[in-house]
């Protein structure tokens, strides 16, 4: 049976080399994947997965509008759909994914974050969060040696930045990761 999978971290953890590797392991064993990946993430180009440490692979994209359940219900060649930001998606848009694992048997893969640089989480992540029939921890570490779990937005100088819009993609902007206690000193 299929399951919707969530590996969720804070950011720079190594999420889209895994994806990447994923889609790898399947190809190599001569199965079809899908991949996505959200429309405003434009830091690489659009439609383009990305890994810090060089690999990238042009992919199919998701807005709000994108009906996966729909768009697949009839792909009975298709071994994986592999979904990197997944914060983005929208709370129906996580529903028809995990309706797919379970109705179509496809398997799901989500990489993502959970909260914002506030430690607000996203709806995408949420949904994630409460739907995924696996849940799982890619850990990256904070500047004291501690685990990161937050995802502060910082300017040039390192100074936090404490307001603005929830969603700004890095290259206009940076993160750094970050443990709770570091968070809130």
């Known amino acids: 049976m299929a399951k919707l999978y969530f590996r969720y971290s ?3 953890a190594g999420k889209s080399t ?3 590797q994923v889609a790898h392991n399947y190809e190599e064993n001569g199965r079809r994947v899908a991949i996505f990946t959200a429309e405003i993430d434009h830091r690489f180009g659009i439609g383009v997965v990305t890994s810090r440490l060089g690999p990238q ?3 199919e994209t998701f ?3 994108t009906e996966f359940y729909a768009r697949f219900s009839r792909d009975r060649d298709l071994s994986c759909v592999l979904v990197d930001e997944a914060q983005f998606l929208t709370p129906d ?7 797919m694992a379970h109705v179509l ?3 799901v893969i989500c990489y993502g974050i959970r909260s914002d640089f506030l430690g607000e989480p996203f709806p995408g992540a ?3 969060l409460t739907l995924a029939d696996s849940i799982e ?3 990256n570490i904070c500047a004291c040696g501690k685990k990161a779990t937050m995802n502060p937005r910082v300017d040039e100088h390192g100074n936090r930045i404490t307001i603005g819009e929830q969603i700004a993609i890095e290259g206009e902007v940076r993160y750094v990761p970050m443990c709770g206690t570091c968070f809130y000193h």
């Open 126 to 128: 949420i949904y994630l």
């Open 57 to 59: 692979r042009a992919v």
């Open 10 to 12: 804070a950011m720079n």
């Open 137 to 139: 921890e890619v850990k």
């Open 18 to 20: 895994a994806l990447l």
């Open 63 to 65: 807005d709000d509008k």
């Open 93 to 99: 848009q996580v529903r028809q994914l995990h309706r």
């Open 105 to 107: 048997n496809i398997p």
